[in-house]
């Protein structure tokens, strides 16, 4: 495969080489002029003037002085001209031809505070940007997430959803893949749910929902991709924010984002810390049906208490080499101290439902986790407009060591004087990732476009359980205790060809994934290698009916691999009864999926619906059955594996929409419904099952008298069935209000997550051998006071105008 690889790479490297000679060096001009308010001819100090060459990369700009005056030197060539200040109409200049010392003379920009009503409110609804392979959600000013983390963020993304634990669905899809600007991240670390739960909102400035993705992606994830794209200032000068925040339960943080810009580089820097004492709860109700059990009815009452220190930063640089290309480098550190203490009570029933015996079972857990990541970036823009050239370069090395202090001990006519007991986790990932994009347009609409991606990943998870003796030291368990290594490369090429006649957009691809995985567990004789190659072609069409309405249909085929705990075939405990054990001969799932959409934009309402469906073949999922097995008070032991149920078929319908009645009121609403069915079956019992599933959003922001902000969203998520389990509905609110103050500059803001309480998990579990009821709370009602300052930049009003660091696509 490497040498399948090395010409496609030195192509693209050659074709870089020849035409990065072809630089020019151009004379430069003087450009000067004055900007002054229009209704008091007064001058405007700290205007900011942007010049954006019609073809190139390197943007010039400046400041006026204290006359509202502006010199500002750069090469010749077409511009178009923005003139901005804040809380002032932006003035553009477009098209303008710079071949001398240029005066542009007297400039007046009008306060016009109607006009920036207007515009707020289209900048802070989640706008919605539909393209040929995804449909873009900024995030805005959702006062509901000040403060608050990555998973608060998506949580309010239409079509997504997160659970009690974090883990994060699309359209009722666990098997998303999270990307962060466009590439796996250490940002996600180890554990996707909780790394997503340690990230500031605040650095995040939109999410890419991709439910048909092109081949340039990753095939990985059934359900489709989210890419999270993080701030990266543009604006010339030093400029950026800072945000505090506190709550209760007790949540404190900060966070800046900060940039400075120059002709010739762009420093730019997110940096976040964060604490939380998050209290939970969970209840468990099991009935067994072995009539040889003594006490059938357990009763088990958890309360959680969570400790959360986190800090991370992310600084990077981007030089711009010449006019048309560009040079970036990031490095990312991220350092998480985490405490979880779980007291367990534990009571046991007769058959007459009279307790016997109770006891408790605590686990006090520690865990540090640090995560460093290095990038590098070559951006390569050519004389034709969209002709470039993308190189990125990544490593990562992401460590975790976890130590799980478990104590038990007799409560109610239990003298049992257990010893305690040590579950001990350490954890080393590398990654490293290559790829390469080149986009050659052909004619003024069609577009050819190829690349490779090699992503090669070295995982090792040293687990251990110590038992204490009678002297009080702890001795190895070895039957439960193992060291997991898991090898993955993963070598990729695609293509694909756009075109655009008339009113009809089509983008066709293909991707070629090569998958070598190796797995091994030290001191054992296990055989669990797998390679194999796979085709994943796509096709995406856009009918434009109008301006303002168009159709879109997408295909996509994508792969689930299945990894670490779910293929480590060593039992992992949640609790003493309770084992998780994985399958190391579980293969990959693939599916193919079909995307139908409409889009309509009327004056006050944007409508965006679509009808999918989804085939899938060796679908994994985990199954519960009895070991036969009980622990030392005669507790059957329930062990959860993951096998490989045959065939999903999953169709559903997601509509969402923003009305704007009137400039100080908005309202958005999304529902998704979804039918799930599942046939298969393993070792003779029957696993199939088929669901209907169903979630809907509400959110409202309303302007108050005083300028005052005031949002309420309203989720529910409906019932849900599996083979063995049924999910109840689930029932939230959350609440927020914010002010203005400081001339702008700054916002104070008050949110509730969670107003009544009511966001906990109801679940019921049955198999022949025991019915299980269960709540859980991950987190309870929160308060949170935020507040952010923002010097030298302008309020978020307006959509960037400046690459984001998202991937483009033909539109």
């Given at each position: 495969m490497k040498y399948f690889l090395l010409p496609v790479f030195l192509v693209l490297f050659s074709a870089s080489n020849v035409l990065a000679q072809q630089k020019r060096n151009l004379p430069s001009y003087e450009i000067t002029g004055k900007i002054i308010e229009k209704n008091t001819n007064q001058p405007l100090e700290f205007t900011t003037i942007i010049f954006k060459p019609i073809r190139g990369k390197?943007?010039?700009?400046?400041?006026?002085?204290?006359?509202?005056?502006?010199?500002?030197?750069?090469?010749?060539?077409?511009?178009?001209?923005?003139?901005?200040?804040?809380?002032?109409?932006?003035?553009?200049?477009?098209n303008q031809k710079i071949t001398k010392n240029t005066n542009l003379g007297i400039i007046a920009l009008?306060?016009?505070?109607?006009?920036?009503?207007?515009?707020?409110?289209?900048?802070?609804?989640?706008?919605?940007?539909?393209?040929?392979?995804?449909?873009?959600?900024?995030?805005?000013?959702?006062?509901?997430?000040?403060?608050?983390?990555?998973?608060?963020?998506?949580?309010?993304?239409?079509?997504?959803?997160v659970d009690a634990e974090g883990v994060v669905s699309l359209r009722g899809n666990e098997n998303v893949k999270i990307l962060i600007n466009g590439k796996p991240s250490s940002i996600v670390g180890?554990?996707?749910?909780?790394?997503?739960?340690?990230?500031?909102?605040?650095?995040?400035?939109?999410?890419?929902?991709?439910?048909?993705?092109?081949?340039?992606?990753?095939?990985?994830?059934?359900?489709?991709?989210?890419?999270?794209?993080?701030?990266?200032?543009?604006?010339?000068?030093?400029?950026?924010?800072?945000?505090?925040?506190?709550?209760?339960?007790?949540?404190?943080?900060?966070?800046?984002?900060?940039?400075?810009?120059?002709?010739?580089?762009?420093?730019?820097?997110?940096?976040?810390?964060?604490?939380?004492?998050?209290?939970?709860?969970?209840?468990?109700?099991?009935?067994y049906f072995n009539p040889n059990i003594l006490n059938p009815f357990i009763e088990e009452n958890r309360d959680y208490n969570r400790?959360?220190?986190?800090?991370?930063?992310?600084?990077?640089?981007?030089?711009?080499?010449?006019?048309?290309?560009?040079?970036?480098?990031?490095?990312?550190?991220?350092?998480?101290?985490?405490?979880?203490?779980?007291?367990?009570?534990?009571?046991k029933f007769d058959s007459n439902n009279i307790e016997t015996e109770s006891y408790y079972r605590n686990s006090d857990g520690e865990s540090n986790s640090t995560n460093w990541q290095y990038a590098l970036n070559y951006d390569k823009e050519f004389k034709k407009d969209g002709h470039k050239l993308i190189i990125d370069f990544q490593y990562q090395d992401n460590d975790s060591d976890?130590?799980?202090?478990?104590?038990?001990?007799?409560?109610?006519?239990?003298?049992?004087?257990?010893?305690?007991?040590?579950?001990?986790?350490?954890?080393?990932?590398?990654?490293?990732?290559?790829?390469?994009?080149?986009?050659?347009?052909?004619?003024?609409?069609?577009?050819?476009?190829?690349?490779?991606?090699?992503?090669?990943?070295?995982?090792?998870?040293?687990?251990?359980?110590?038992?204490?003796?009678?002297?009080?030291?702890?001795?190895?368990?070895?039957?439960?205790?193992?060291?997991?290594?898991?090898?993955?490369?993963?070598?990729?090429?695609?293509?694909?060809?756009?075109?655009?006649?008339?009113?009809?957009?089509a983008l066709f691809g293909l991707r070629m994934e090569y998958t070598n995985i190796d797995i091994e567990i030290e001191g054992e004789d296990l055989d669990a290698h797998k390679s194999y190659t796979d085709f994943f072609p796509t096709a995406n069409l856009s009918y434009e009916i109008n301006e303002r309405e168009n159709i879109t249909l997408g295909y996509n085929r994508r792969i689930r691999r299945p990894r670490s705990r779910?293929?480590?075939?060593?039992?992992?405990?949640?609790?003493?009864?309770?084992?998780?054990?994985?399958n190391p001969y579980i293969d990959p799932a693939i599916s193919n999926g079909v995307d139908l959409g409409y889009y309509k934009r009327w004056e006050k309402v944007i409508l965006n619906s679509s009808i999918y469906y989804t085939y899938t073949t060796d679908v994994f999922q985990s199954i519960s059955e009895d070991t036969g097995e009980v622990t030392g008070d005669g507790i059957p032991i329930i062990r959860r594996s993951p096998i490989?149920?045959?065939?999903?078929?999953?169709?559903?319908?997601?509509?969402?929409?923003?009305?704007?009645?009137?400039?100080?009121?908005?309202?958005?609403?999304?529902?998704?419904?979804?039918?799930?069915?599942?046939?298969?079956?393993?070792?003779?019992?029957?696993?199939?099952?088929?669901?209907?599933?169903?979630?809907?959003?509400?959110?409202?922001?309303?302007?108050?008298?005083?300028?005052?902000?005031?949002?309420?969203?309203l989720f529910y998520r409906g019932p849900f069935e599996t083979a063995q389990s049924k999910r109840e509905g689930m029932f939230m609110a959350n609440m927020a209000f914010s002010k203005d103050i400081l001339k702008n500059n700054g916002t104070i803001s008050l949110n509730v997550s969670d107003l009544f309480n009511t966001r906990k998990h109801n679940r019921e579990t049955s198999t022949d051998d025991f019915h299980q009821e269960s709540e859980f709370q991950w987190r309870q009602r929160q308060f949170r006071l935020a507040f952010t300052y923002r010097f030298k930049q302008k309020k978020k009003r307006e959509r960037q105008r400046f690459d984001d660091g998202g991937e483009d696509e033909m539109i």
């Amino acid at each position: 495969m490497k040498y399948f690889l090395l010409p496609v790479f030195l192509v693209l490297f050659s074709a870089s080489n020849v035409l990065a000679q072809q630089k020019r060096n151009l004379p430069s001009y003087e450009i000067t002029g004055k900007i002054i308010e229009k209704n008091t001819n007064q001058p405007l100090e700290f205007t900011t003037i942007i010049f954006k060459p019609i073809r190139g990369k390197r943007i010039f700009g400046g400041l006026t002085n204290e006359k509202g005056e502006f010199s500002i030197e750069i090469p010749k060539g077409m511009y178009n001209i923005n003139i901005e200040f804040i809380s002032f109409k932006t003035k553009t200049l477009k098209n303008q031809k710079i071949t001398k010392n240029t005066n542009l003379g007297i400039i007046a920009l009008e306060d016009v505070a109607e006009a920036l009503d207007e515009v707020e409110i289209i900048a802070e609804k989640s706008t919605v940007e539909i393209r040929l392979d995804k449909k873009i959600y900024n995030v805005g000013k959702d006062m509901t997430v000040k403060g608050g983390t990555a998973s608060d963020v998506l949580d309010n993304v239409p079509s997504v959803t997160v659970d009690a634990e974090g883990v994060v669905s699309l359209r009722g899809n666990e098997n998303v893949k999270i990307l962060i600007n466009g590439k796996p991240s250490s940002i996600v670390g180890l554990n996707d749910t909780e790394a997503l739960k340690q990230f500031p909102a605040d650095a995040i400035q939109k999410v890419e929902v991709i439910t048909s993705p092109s081949a340039r992606y990753d095939a990985e994830g059934t359900a489709g991709i989210l890419n999270i794209i993080l701030r990266k200032g543009k604006a010339l000068g030093f400029n950026g924010s800072v945000s505090v925040n506190a709550g209760v339960p007790t949540t404190t943080g900060f966070s800046t984002n900060l940039n400075y810009r120059t002709k010739k580089y762009n420093l730019f820097n997110n940096t976040g810390f964060s604490y939380s004492d998050a209290p939970g709860n969970a209840e468990f109700y099991t009935e067994y049906f072995n009539p040889n059990i003594l006490n059938p009815f357990i009763e088990e009452n958890r309360d959680y208490n969570r400790k959360r220190k986190n800090f991370n930063t992310n600084f990077g640089i981007e030089y711009y080499l010449s006019e048309t290309s560009s040079i970036t480098g990031s490095f990312l550190y991220r350092n998480s101290d985490r405490n979880t203490l779980v007291e367990n009570l534990t009571s046991k029933f007769d058959s007459n439902n009279i307790e016997t015996e109770s006891y408790y079972r605590n686990s006090d857990g520690e865990s540090n986790s640090t995560n460093w990541q290095y990038a590098l970036n070559y951006d390569k823009e050519f004389k034709k407009d969209g002709h470039k050239l993308i190189i990125d370069f990544q490593y990562q090395d992401n460590d975790s060591d976890n130590l799980n202090y478990i104590t038990e001990g007799g409560v109610f006519n239990n003298l049992s004087d257990k010893l305690d007991e040590k579950e001990i986790t350490f954890n080393t990932n590398k990654n490293y990732l290559f790829k390469g994009d080149y986009v050659l347009p052909i004619g003024e609409n069609q577009q050819f476009e190829a690349g490779f991606r090699s992503n090669i990943k070295d995982q090792s998870t040293d687990y251990s359980i110590w038992l204490e003796n009678e002297n009080g030291d702890f001795d190895k368990v070895e039957a439960v205790s193992n060291i997991f290594n898991y090898d993955e490369k993963i070598h990729a090429i695609y293509s694909q060809y756009g075109n655009k006649f008339g009113k009809i957009s089509a983008l066709f691809g293909l991707r070629m994934e090569y998958t070598n995985i190796d797995i091994e567990i030290e001191g054992e004789d296990l055989d669990a290698h797998k390679s194999y190659t796979d085709f994943f072609p796509t096709a995406n069409l856009s009918y434009e009916i109008n301006e303002r309405e168009n159709i879109t249909l997408g295909y996509n085929r994508r792969i689930r691999r299945p990894r670490s705990r779910f293929i480590n075939p060593f039992p992992s405990r949640t609790s003493e009864s309770n084992i998780f054990q994985g399958n190391p001969y579980i293969d990959p799932a693939i599916s193919n999926g079909v995307d139908l959409g409409y889009y309509k934009r009327w004056e006050k309402v944007i409508l965006n619906s679509s009808i999918y469906y989804t085939y899938t073949t060796d679908v994994f999922q985990s199954i519960s059955e009895d070991t036969g097995e009980v622990t030392g008070d005669g507790i059957p032991i329930i062990r959860r594996s993951p096998i490989n149920l045959s065939t999903n078929n999953r169709y559903g319908y997601e509509l969402t929409l923003n009305y704007t009645p009137i400039k100080k009121w908005r309202m958005n609403a999304s529902f998704n419904f979804y039918n799930s069915v599942t046939e298969g079956e393993y070792e003779g019992v029957d696993y199939g099952y088929e669901s209907l599933g169903w979630f809907a959003r509400f959110s409202s922001k309303v302007v108050l008298p005083a300028e005052i902000d005031w949002q309420t969203t309203l989720f529910y998520r409906g019932p849900f069935e599996t083979a063995q389990s049924k999910r109840e509905g689930m029932f939230m609110a959350n609440m927020a209000f914010s002010k203005d103050i400081l001339k702008n500059n700054g916002t104070i803001s008050l949110n509730v997550s969670d107003l009544f309480n009511t966001r906990k998990h109801n679940r019921e579990t049955s198999t022949d051998d025991f019915h299980q009821e269960s709540e859980f709370q991950w987190r309870q009602r929160q308060f949170r006071l935020a507040f952010t300052y923002r010097f030298k930049q302008k309020k978020k009003r307006e959509r960037q105008r400046f690459d984001d660091g998202g991937e483009d696509e033909m539109i």
